[in-house]
């Protein structure tokens, strides 16, 4: 019996939790997604696809040992169809700067070929060009594309391809086919999509030409696909990712034209696969979008195009397919023949056999939330998930499974997802888990965080961790505070602790005139546990010093329920932390639309007398606007009490200093493997002592 089990106050125990219902699935017995698919002579396992994405797993520019872990893991799981970061096919192509280059993959390519064999998993290689969307910073060369029109994110002019540029770049798609075919892949797939060359020929966005490359834009893909053709031989796998609607109907691709061109590319009889895809130069976060988007957004655009298919190439579902029942309805709906479902195998590299097996309640949530594994960020991360922080890492990190031979039991305090990740981690190691929740709920700050449009899915991540816990034997006390001598009795008792008490709002005061009315200020914290019924009526201002997505959340929020908001930031745009996920443009149009009022380059200075005093971030000048209520989006503080009596208690997540759900889960598991491997009585780790991976960038 864990020490705090005891009735010492003369209360009665708090009851255990009640998780919450597991997500409705579609029947195991019954599911097209898990059912084997035959491309030419290649069967894959199962009609689910791992597509390409950026990851910064290349040493230089090659497909690394960490490339081939990342994909023999999502291979082991059961992905049916695995396509590889997209590699340039040309030197002078080198959009970020891990990105592959074709004729330095080879090795890499065959090894991954070696890797994934026993599972069955059919690999191609992703083969592309950035054209006027690529990166000059990197190859030191001018950027090529179809006509000189500067990309709409960089800016950058780039030069007009002449017809020698032209033959170079059909040629680099050929000989990197040929590469790939000799490496033991079983195919490739041509890059057409939102950030690619190809697909700024086929728009007149982009290809503005004179030639016979303008007045048929389709031109320069049938010449790259017959190409490839020749160099894969008549057994290779051949797929096209293409962009069949750039959401710029003024001069983009349209789905009518986009189903006119797949109407002519499935005619030509080269292709084997169809990947839908949507977005383009003015809208290159609509290929992988946040949360904020539905799920399956491209269901109709991937139908009209599998109609305009007529049954001559199979296509592929991709767009924010992340649910095990949306795939298999898309399947069972016609929609599709395959479904691309890259970022739920980040999330879950498991997702097909657990389906298979009939546990697809149990597949790890995608929150779709973009925080780890969208990576063209100039600080380089390398490709990770909030619920599932080995993903990335495999060649760093050890699986968390596992049987230990010695088990504890273990104290967890705090049920925040660095509490629950420890809690799970230990139980399915064996060790006797007991999880103090001093509240009556599960998930910490991400489970209030879960609140307005687009933000349900954050908690996904704490029911599924919740869930886990319970089936593996955790047992939950809530209402339970945890003492100093309850730390005592428990080490006393030979049980490890594991301290995961969250965060704070720290307690901000904003000056007023002496003697003046003062504003009422309120947390996001408070506010978002409590309801838009916490706060008075009249005009609200949000203060977000941080830039994050909290604050912006709480004004849309806010502007839905009727409120007057302003949102007040030091920055040139609100929630500029948004752009690390793509949604920093997505969030201001929302913000717009919602009436929402953004004082921007502002901080708050004072508050009284129903007003507050905004100061410019830079001239220093003051201004004041009405204010009822303020709620206060600054960063937390840890919650530290009960470690400052213990020190060197192992602790994770915010208690060691708040920031986000992957560092929470990611500490949360260290802290529980490294218990896990410590033998006999639980010794406090030294203070400030952590793991060789501690504080790196993530």
């Not at 993959?105 to 069955?120: I, Q, S």
């Not at 004041?624 to 919650?639: S, T």
Request: charged share 20%; proline share 7%; with cysteine.
């Amino acid at each position: 019996m864990n020490p705090i089990d005891g009735d010492t106050d003369g209360k009665p125990e708090p009851p255990l939790s009640v998780v919450p219902p597991a997500r409705a699935v579609a029947c195991s017995a019954s599911l097209t997604l898990t059912e084997p698919f035959t491309l030419r002579e290649h069967t894959a396992p199962s009609r689910v696809l791992f597509g390409p994405h950026e990851t910064n797993l290349a040493r230089r520019r090659d497909i690394s040992d960490r490339h081939v872990a990342y994909y023999a893991r999502r291979a082991a799981g059961g992905a049916g169809v695995l396509v590889t970061e997209t590699a340039s096919v040309t030197a002078d192509d080198w959009p970020y700067e891990r990105a592959p280059l074709a004729a330095d993959c080879g090795p890499g390519w065959a090894a991954l070929a070696a890797a994934v064999r026993p599972h069955g998993t059919l690999v191609l290689a992703g083969l592309g060009h950035a054209g006027g969307q690529g990166s000059s910073a990197y190859s030191q060369s001018v950027l090529w594309a179809p006509s000189p029109v500067a990309d709409a994110a960089s800016r950058e002019l780039p030069a007009e391809l002449e017809q020698g540029g032209i033959d170079a770049v059909v040629a680099g798609f050929a000989a990197a086919a040929e590469l790939a075919a000799t490496a033991g892949l079983a195919g490739v797939e041509i890059d057409a999509g939102p950030l690619a060359l190809l697909r700024q020929f086929h728009s007149g966005l982009t290809n503005h030409r004179g030639d016979g490359y303008g007045s048929d834009r389709l031109r320069l893909t049938r010449e790259v696909l017959t190409a490839v053709r020749a160099a894969l031989g008549p057994d290779g796998i051949l797929s096209l990712r293409l962009c069949c609607d750039e959401l710029a109907p003024w001069a983009g691709v349209t789905p009518e034209q986009a189903a006119e061109q797949v109407d002519a590319l499935a005619g030509l009889g080269l292709l084997d696969l169809l990947v839908v895809t949507r977005g383009g130069p003015y809208s290159t976060t609509s290929y992988r979008p946040t949360s904020h988007t539905a799920p399956t957004f491209n269901r109709e655009l991937c139908a009209a195009m599998r109609t305009a298919a007529a049954g001559r190439v199979p296509v592929v579902l991709q767009g924010s397919v992340v649910d095990v029942d949306d795939a298999e309805a898309a399947l069972a709906d016609g929609v599709a023949d395959l479904v691309e479902m890259t970022r739920a195998q980040i999330a879950d590299p498991e997702l097909v056999a657990k389906a298979r097996a009939g546990h697809a309640e149990r597949v790890r949530p995608c929150l779709l939330c973009n925080q780890a594994c969208r990576v063209r960020d100039n600080r380089n991360p390398i490709v990770s998930c909030v619920g599932e922080p080995r993903s990335g890492h495999e060649t760093e990190d050890a699986p968390p499974e596992g049987t230990d031979h010695r088990p504890r039991e273990v104290l967890v305090v705090g049920g925040g997802p660095a509490g629950l990740e420890a809690a799970r981690v230990l139980a399915s190691r064996g060790h006797g888990v007991t999880l103090a929740e001093a509240g009556e709920r599960l998930g910490g700050a991400l489970r209030t965080a879960a609140v307005g449009p687009g933000r349900e899915r954050l908690a996904l991540l704490t029911d599924w961790l919740a869930a886990e816990c319970a089936r593996l034997g955790v047992r939950f006390l809530f209402g339970r505070t945890v003492t100093a001598v309850d730390l005592d009795a428990a080490e006393a008792a030979g049980e490890a602790v594991i301290l995961a008490t969250g965060s704070v709002p720290a307690d901000r005061v904003y000056p007023s005139p002496p003697g003046a009315a003062t504003v009422p200020v309120v947390s996001a914290l408070a506010l978002l546990d409590g309801g838009v019924g916490v706060l008075p009526d009249g005009p609200v201002v949000v203060h977000d010093p941080v830039g994050g997505p909290v604050a912006v959340g709480i004004a849309e929020w806010l502007a839905g329920a009727g409120r007057e908001v302003a949102l007040v930031a030091p920055d040139q745009v609100a929630g500029t932390l948004l752009s690390l996920t793509g949604d920093l443009a997505p969030a201001n149009t929302r913000l717009a639309q919602a009436g929402v009022r953004r004082e921007l380059r502002s901080l708050v200075r004072e508050a009284a007398a129903g007003r507050v005093v905004l100061e410019d971030v830079w001239t220093g000048a003051r201004r004041d606007i009405p204010c009822a209520v303020l709620v206060d989006c600054g960063h937390r503080l840890p919650m530290e009490a009960l470690y400052l009596q213990r020190p060197g208690t192992p602790r994770a997540g915010d208690c060691v200093a708040p920031r986000t759900a992957l560092e929470a889960v990611l500490e949360g598991r260290r802290r529980a493997l490294e218990v896990a491997a410590s033998t006999g009585r639980p010794r406090r780790a030294p203070v400030g002592a952590g793991s060789a991976r501690e504080g790196a960038a993530r």
